[in-house]
């Protein structure tokens, strides 16, 4: 999360706590004619980045690939409670083939080997959430740009 994190940190404390409270998340990604692509994923941050890790050829792998665009979805969790509200992360996603670095990520995660390795670039960050029962709260972050929150009752 990089910058993300340096710019704006109680919210990327947010955003991390909320995509730690489960496992599994939803990527989206472009296939080779454009059109969305979702997939449950296993997301991990280390050092204050956000890492994906993929199974080798996997269909998300290969259009990341082509494509580095991705949307991330917070997996909501059970019922409506959605403690931490709805998160999503916008950005492109690099593959890594530095063996050091994915012998780092190896020695944290242990992931299933072989696999694909990437590291995020964020290009937009979204958190919806319900104040005092009263008022839906969107607070949205794009890199160079202030933090914007939206109140609306």
Same mark, same amino acid.
């Given at each position: 999360?990089?910058?993300?994190?340096?710019?704006?940190?109680?919210?990327? @404390?947010?955003?991390?706590? &909320?995509?730690?409270?489960?496992?599994?998340? /939803?990527?989206?990604?472009?296939? %080779?004619? *454009?059109?969305?692509?979702?997939?449950?994923?296993?997301?991990?941050?280390?050092?204050?980045?956000?890492?994906?890790?993929?199974?080798?050829?996997?269909?998300?792998?290969?259009?990341?690939?082509?494509?580095?665009?991705?949307?991330?979805?917070?997996?909501?969790?059970?019922?409506?409670?959605? @403690?931490?509200?709805?998160? &999503?992360?916008?950005?492109?996603?690099?593959? /890594?083939?530095?063996?050091?670095? %994915?012998? *780092?990520?190896?020695?944290?995660?242990?992931?299933?080997?072989?696999?694909?390795?990437?590291?995020?670039?964020?290009?937009?960050?979204?958190?919806?959430?319900?104040?005092?029962?009263?008022?839906?709260?969107?607070?949205?972050?794009?890199?160079?740009?202030?933090?914007?929150?939206?109140?609306?009752?």
């Amino acid at each position: 999360m990089g910058g993300f994190a340096t710019a704006e940190p109680d919210l990327a @404390g947010t955003v991390e706590k &909320r995509f730690g409270a489960y496992t599994h998340h /939803v990527l989206a990604t472009l296939r %080779k004619d *454009g059109s969305p692509r979702t997939s449950g994923l296993e997301v991990r941050f280390l050092n204050g980045e956000l890492w994906l890790g993929m199974m080798p050829d996997s269909l998300k792998a290969l259009d990341l690939r082509r494509d580095p665009r991705f949307a991330l979805q917070a997996n909501p969790g059970e019922g409506t409670g959605m @403690g931490g509200g709805d998160v &999503r992360i916008s950005g492109r996603a690099i593959e /890594v083939d530095d063996v050091e670095t %994915k012998a *780092g990520y190896v020695e944290e995660v242990e992931p299933p080997e072989p696999f694909h390795l990437f590291r995020t670039e964020l290009t937009e960050v979204v958190r919806t959430y319900v104040e005092d029962d009263k008022y839906l709260v969107v607070q949205v972050w794009k890199p160079g740009e202030p933090l914007r929150t939206i109140k609306r009752t």
